[in-house]
């Protein structure tokens, strides 16, 4: 089934057209994917510290996410 869906898409999907240049969110990506991974161990294995952490970094991706200059598609 996978093999017929790698063959089908590029006949059936179109291409988008990007931007020509896209900056790419790199401190936001970084503080969500450690705020998460942080967040989702002190759950699992009952740390604290770590729960505490991972919602901190969390708090600090929304913090940067309303700063970053965001651009509506087209």
Known sequence: MAVLILVATPYLVRASCAAARVKLDVPGALTVTLGLLGFAFGVT????????????????????EQRWPHHSPR
């Open 45 to 64: 294995n009952h740390n604290l510290s770590m729960l505490i952490g991972g919602l901190a970094l969390l708090g600090l991706f929304w913090w940067i």
